[in-house]
């Protein structure tokens, strides 16, 4: 492995342990709730069907999320900040994921 690339590494991790011990802040904040989810689905010009079965959750909690009735958690929660942060690879990933599961 290139001895820079370690190096941004350890340093990349040793921010996060500083975050999470709280002597650190985040450099950026990515924040889900019912709107960002609406604009998420809507930049990546999906229907709530469509995206609800890319992220493998049922219409209905798409539903709720989108109308503030509940919040996303763990994994999902996680999936959506993934895809907020990089919309071109994360959904392209999915769509492949989708497609494999089709015909495997």
Avoid: C, Y
């Avoid at 990933?93 to 497609?99: D, H, N, Q, R, S």
């Amino acid at each position: 492995m290139d001895k820079k690339l370690f190096a941004d590494l350890v340093a990349s991790m040793q921010q996060h342990n500083e975050i999470i011990a709280g002597t650190r802040r985040p450099a950026r904040v990515t924040k889900v709730d019912a709107q960002s989810i609406k604009v998420l689905r809507a930049k990546a010009g999906l229907t709530q069907e469509k995206f609800a079965a890319l992220i493998q959750v049922d219409l209905s909690t798409l539903r709720n999320w989108e109308q503030g009735r509940r919040e996303p958690t763990g994994p999902a929660k996680a999936l959506i900040r993934a895809i907020t942060n990089d919309p071109k690879h994360v959904l392209k990933a999915l769509e492949v994921g989708a497609t494999m599961r089709k015909t495997g």
